[in-house]
């Protein structure tokens, strides 16, 4: 069973960068596809970012290629989403999810484990 904690989420102003990581426990996380999904108030939640297990591949969304960066530390079982150029429509709920897997998918409902997510606001 793995287990995802997300952290770094906050307030900041338009223009700004916040990191965010997913730290792992209780498996192997490096047998996971680990994806970034964010949920505004009165939103589906979507797939903005994804690695792969090595980390060799990661996919973006439009809305946010260019602006973030998804890394993953596999001696530390941590992934980071590093956010930078925040816009106020980057406000949501962020969460980590992992999938046993060599695909990179956004689509949630193929996530087997999910964090509890983190708040990040963007507002001047």
């Known amino acids: 069973q793995l287990q995802l904690v997300e952290s770094g989420g906050g307030l900041v102003q338009p223009g700004g960068s916040l990191r965010l990581s997913c730290a792992a426990s209780?498996?192997?996380?490096?047998?996971?596809?680990i994806g970034w999904f964010r949920q505004a108030p009165g939103k589906e939640r979507e797939g903005i970012s994804c690695?792969?297990?090595?980390?060799?591949?990661?996919s973006y969304v439009d809305s946010v290629k260019g602006r973030f960066t998804i890394s993953r530390d596999n001696a530390k079982n941590t992934v980071y989403l590093q956010m930078n150029s925040l816009k106020p429509e980057d406000t949501a709920v962020y969460y980590c999810a992992a999938r046993p897997a060599m695909v990179c998918l956004f689509a949630p409902r193929v996530y087997d484990y999910w964090g509890q997510g983190t708040q990040v606001t963007v507002s001047s």
């Open positions: 209780g498996s192997t996380p490096d047998y996971y596809v």
């Open positions: 690695i792969s297990r090595s980390g060799g591949s990661t």
